[in-house]
Each structure stands twice: as structure tokens, then as C-alpha cells.
């Protein structure tokens, strides 16, 4: 077999992984580069194989730095089939929809729109659905999927060809996850490829991030400022709903306005509340929650705002005030205007709760910048800064060095992707001390045989 790194290696985004043997051709998702402008140009290129020899293509999870191009692979060819899990599908829908919304405000032309809402409708027309463990075959591959644990549906890819076994991680959760199910652990398997968004990092346990968000909102409210959290649409926003709603029925955090200020994450809630009884997804606390009555999604002071006019009407609510936007990293969406209006202010905070990838916005207001630009201004932080990695849906570096560790009987490589150089060399460098398994990190373009 022969695998091409077409994606994803040496950065956090834009996955995308092609293997073949023999006549089989199979890519694993097919994401988006995110972050800096230079990174976000690399979407127009194209692709390093044909699109139209392509078999099949498994998607891990709905992320758009794993779904992201999946339009401008059917508009240059792929004829399908597309597999994931029912709710992926569901989340993707609306995920490619909003990306394409977003290219089109940013563009300076038509070419910097790299597919049409045509080539999503015909992408979703050959997307199938499949359950965890069911195997699908596509020529000379038996295909299954295992619960990653990351997000609602989330997958790892492993393919059995050649009489070889490789397994993609996808995306692996935190643990332990309040909403969906925890990650499974594959035994068997001879090469695997893993992510490192936090290769090189251990994240706080669940009750710090929960005191975190705790102590924020406590803070804000004797500041009498607005707190501030750029979320990713899909599962950071239902998990804060969800610990937020604890705080407030356990009566740990005063009265206050929560603003979910998002379209998209609206219409994912949505998502979630449809699989909240499926036990394939959930875990088994939140669906006995759900069938005692209690609304897990849902607390007095909760609003969500789906229009224009209802997000500036945020304005006129006086703090504090919690507002939870897009987009995760401050590159788009809804909480860059909260971000001119509140970074300035000295009593306000601003608590990032996902990975900032290098080049964006939050990155940069992580880091300490005392001025940032945002819609062409420059724009004073004064305002308090925080993060958490306890509220990632990835895995910190002990999680994935037990991943790892189940496969370690016939495990011949592993090759560590989605991660900048400082959490995938590290990783890879502790798969090989402690677990002693080859390991490394391969570059954009790289090409192995196994």
C-alpha cells in the first residue's frame, strides 16, 4: 500500500490522507486549511491525485479542517460514494453551508471561492451513513469505524487491506467527555496515524475547567463586564451550555444573561438534541437526564439570538453578561464585533476554550498582543485573557499515549499528524522512548509505502 500525506501533516488542519493498493483508492477526509491568510490560500490548490480515480472517501468528523473541501472534490470529479456517521452528516450540511458563506464575504474575487452551494447539495446526494462497527467494502478494503469520542458522531477510520491493518484516528476526545460517548481502543492494527493538536500538553481535570468558567463569570459579574468565549459551533458550545447549566441549577454562579450568539451552533443544538436518546452517541448520564425531563440544553438567562437584529440587540443588554460566539479561533463569525466592543474594556474578560491555530485572531490575543486589527481597525486589549484546555474535545498527550498503547502488540509506525512541530515531535518522540514503537512526523507531501 501506498499512503500520501495530501493534508494535515505538519499543521493542526486541512486533513486529508490518500491510500492505495492495488486498484483501490481510498482518501480519508478532506479538510480545510486554517489560520493564517497563507495557510487559507493552500485550499485553492489542487489536489495531489485525481479526484475522479478515487474509490471512496471515509470522513472522520464533521470539523471543517476535515470536511472542508469535500465540495471541491466532487466539483473536480469524485463521483463518490462519501461514508460517515448519520450525525457527521447532519452537522456537515450545515458546517459547508456556513464555510461557503464565510468564503463568499472574505473573497476579493470568484476565484477565492473554491466551490458552489451545487457542489455541497451534490456532495450531501452521495453521502451515506453507516453505525459504528458496521463493514463496508470498497474493492480490495473492509472499512469500520470506531467511536473517537472528539465530537457528537466522530470517527476513527480503520481500513483492512493487503493483509494490512491502518488505522486513522481522526480527531480523539478528552476524556471524560460530559456529552458524548469516550474514545474506543482498537487492538489490532499495524501503522496508525494520530492526531497532536496537544501532543506535548496534559489538560486540566473536569472540575478546574469547571471552576474556571466558574470563577470567570463570577468575576465578570463583580466587575459588571461581559465575558467573552469564542466557541466552535459544534460541541464547545453544547458543552459549555451543558456545565453552565449545572452552575446554574446546583446555584453556584449568580443570575446573569448567557447569549448563544451563533446561528450555526443554534442549528447544531438542534443536531444534538435529535441524537440526545441514541445510545450509540451519548453517553448513558445524558440520556437518562433527557428521559427524567431535564432540558440540558436550556437554564433561566439563557438566550439565543438567531438574527442579526437579536445579536445587536446584545448590545443594549447592559452587563455583565456572558456572550458565546463564533468563530473558535476569532477568524470570523459573530464575536469579532464583540471583540471591538469589549477588548478595550478593562473589566470584561475574554476565556478561550479551543485550540488557537497559529496566524489566527485568538492566537494572537493569546499570546499577549496589546492591539490586534480586527474589521480593518486596530482594536486595545485591555480586557482580561484566559484559557483552558480542559474544555478541548482533544486529547491531551497521556490520552493519546494510551491510544497508542492498545495497538502496541503488531504495531510497525506511527505517524504523528495534526499538530504543529511543537506537539507532534514530541509526541512522536515519547511514542518512541516509552512505548517503543517507530514514530514520526511526516511532512506535507510525503509519501510511504507500508
Not at 451519548?282 to 438566550?303: V, Y
Amino acid at each position: 500500500m501506498k499512503l500520501t500525506f495530501a493534508g494535515g501533516a505538519g499543521s493542526v488542519t486541512g486533513a486529508c490522507y490518500f491510500l492505495e493498493g492495488g486498484t483501490t483508492r481510498i482518501l480519508v477526509d478532506c479538510g480545510m486549511q486554517q489560520g493564517s491568510s497563507r495557510e487559507e490560500k493552500k485550499n485553492k490548490n489542487p489536489f495531489p491525485f485525481d479526484p475522479s480515480s478515487l474509490d471512496a472517501l471515509f470522513i472522520t468528523h464533521a470539523h471543517i479542517d476535515h470536511i472542508g473541501r469535500v465540495p471541491k472534490l466532487v466539483k473536480e470529479g469524485f463521483a463518490g460514494p462519501i461514508f460517515s456517521t448519520a450525525p457527521t452528516k447532519d452537522a456537515a450540511s450545515h458546517l459547508l453551508e456556513d464555510a461557503h458563506h464565510l468564503m463568499e464575504q472574505d473573497a476579493s474575487s470568484a476565484r477565492d471561492v473554491i466551490y458552489g452551494v451545487e457542489d455541497i447539495n451534490a456532495s450531501l446526494e452521495m453521502w451515506k451513513t453507516i453505525p459504528y462497527h458496521e463493514i463496508v467494502r470498497v474493492k480490495d478494503a473492509e472499512i469500520e469505524l470506531y467511536d473517537a469520542g472528539h465530537i457528537l458522531g466522530s470517527a476513527s477510520v480503520v481500513i483492512a487491506m493487503e493483509n494490512k491493518r491502518i488505522v486513522f484516528s481522526g480527531d480523539l476526545g478528552n476524556i471524560p467527555a460530559p456529552l458524548v460517548k469516550p474514545t474506543e481502543y482498537i487492538e489490532n492494527a499495524d501503522y496508525a496515524l494520530i492526531e497532536s493538536a496537544y501532543g506535548n500538553r496534559v489538560h486540566e481535570g473536569v472540575e478546574e475547567r469547571v471552576a474556571v468558567v466558574e470563577d470567570m463569570i463570577e468575576d465578570t459579574v463583580r466587575s459588571k463586564g461581559a465575558l467573552l468565549i469564542p466557541a466552535f459551533a459544534m460541541e464547545r458550545t453544547q458543552q459549555l451550555l451543558f456545565e453552565i447549566n449545572e452552575l446554574v441549577e446546583r446555584g453556584r454562579i449568580p443570575p446573569l444573561p448567557v447569549f448563544i450568539d451563533s446561528p450555526l451552533a443554534i442549528r447544531l443544538t438542534e443536531i444534538f438534541k435529535k441524537y440526545v436518546h441514541d445510545p450509540m452517541f451519548f453517553n448513558q448520564e445524558i440520556i437518562t437526564q433527557g428521559k427524567e425531563g431535564d432540558q440540558i440544553f436550556n437554564f433561566p438567562g439563557l438566550r439565543f439570538t438567531l438574527t442579526t437584529e437579536e445579536s445587536k440587540e446584545i448590545n443594549s443588554v447592559s452587563p455583565p453578561k456572558v456572550i458565546i460566539a463564533g468563530a473558535g479561533m476569532s477568524n470570523g463569525g459573530r464575536i469579532i464585533h464583540h471583540e471591538v466592543r469589549y477588548l478595550p474594556d478593562p473589566n470584561s474578560n475574554i476565556l478561550f476554550v479551543g485550540y488557537q491555530v497559529e496566524g489566527s485572531l485568538g492566537r494572537k490575543i493569546l499570546e499577549g498582543e496589546k492591539e490586534v486589527k480586527i474589521l480593518g481597525q486596530r482594536v486595545p486589549v485591555k480586557a482580561r485573557v484566559k484559557a483552558i484546555g480542559g474544555f478541548s474535545a482533544h486529547a491531551d498527550q497521556p490520552l493519546l499515549l494510551r491510544w497508542v498503547s492498545s495497538m502496541k502488540k503488531n504495531l510497525k509506525h506511527v505517524f504523528v499528524v495534526q499538530g504543529e512541530e511543537d506537539q507532534s515531535l514530541p509526541l512522536a518522540t515519547k511514542i518512541r522512548d516509552e512505548l517503543a514503537i517507530d514514530a514520526t512526523a511526516p511532512q506535507p507531501g510525503t509519501v510511504v509505502e507500508l
